[in-house]
């Protein structure tokens, strides 16, 4: 007698924990099965059978309550130093990555019992139907993925910007988590090797500041480069089209995308603010006769609230494809430090979307334009 799924779940895939994760189980024995004892991230679920004798169960609210550790802060203290390459990477895995052993357990009606374990490893992410269906999206079972929004019709190429005097990195997950991997730029030919920190690294470009950065050690041509992970003298899959940009003032946000780490846009230094205030409510205060009566009511106070409109006006498909992930977000990010420096974690504010309607796709269009309100902080003031 055994334990066998007839639905199964991947072991050696990296899984989307803000997906459906379903198993479907039974016993081969003959005895009567009353429940199944699940251990996972350690908690204990018990289910029941159906009538055919299938237990079933989503590992889905279990996961997602233990990956998500930060609620998706980044908390992340950096100190590069171009002196020293592996000042570059840091391990970014809590809060984005987790993996387990999970027990299943079945008990049957003489108090005997089977069990059966899975190592699994989840992606605080999700993917969508659409493409899902499409394949556009990271091949799970690759070695190396890059966690950013992969091009149309693909599976392994992603497109990025890196804009100088600002921090910039970007994230992958490894198999070979504490290895040295060499990052080739495929444009002018140079190379350089890092060690990973983790199973999720982040490797930092730069934090700031235009003296020490990525480019001290490996170059970088204006313009695109086309950057390739290699692993042991092999060529991983990932191929990153990473287009530096001319150094402007601007509005720079970051935000979590849905591989649960992050993305960075530059928009344009031509922006509006506007602040929007409402009074609160207000108190009866007539409480005297006419010549006697200044305010015959007391305001509480007032809510105010500034809001960046922000624009982008040659946006081509890839562009799209990595600031459409905008109107997803959970976590948005504005960054108001001052280009040129160091940077640190207090250098930026949670902002949200007033934006409600994105445009997805324009017939016969080659370029898009893009326009966004941010939602700063609502301002602090005087209240009774």
Known sequence: MAIEFNQDISTTKLLMAYNNNIVLLKSTSALIALTCEITLFGKVAIIYPSPSGDFF?????????AINTKNFADDLVTDIDSGDAS???YDVSDGCYIANVINFKII?????????????????????????????????DSDYLVLSPVQNR???????KFWSGYPFEFSFYTNFPDDDFKLKNTTNALDYTFTAKGD???????????DVSIEDILPLDLGLNVLRIEHDATLMDPIINLTKMDSDCGVYIKWLNKYGRWNYWLFSEQHFRNRGSRYMAELDNDNDNLEDTISPTLQIGKTTQDTLKCFYKKLDQADKTVVDGLSEAIKI????????????????IEVTIKSNSFVMRKPNTKFYEM??????????????
């Open 57 to 65: 169960f989503n590992i889905k609210d279990y996961v997602t309550a």
């Open 87 to 89: 000042t570059f990477t």
């Open 108 to 140: 049957f009606k003489d108090n005997s019992y089977e069990t059966i374990t899975k190592s699994l490893k989840f992606l605080a992410g999700a993917e969508q139907l659409e493409t899902y269906k499409k394949n556009e999206m990271l091949i799970a």
């Open 154 to 160: 693909s599976n392994n190429t992603v497109d990025l």
């Open 200 to 210: 999720v690294t982040a490797l930092y470009f730069g934090d700031g500041r235009t």
């Open 333 to 348: 990010m504005l960054f108001v430090g001052e280009r040129y420096s160091r940077s640190s974690v207090n250098d930026w």
């Open 371 to 384: 326009e966004v309100d941010f939602e700063l902080p609502i301002r602090y003031g005087q209240q009774l």
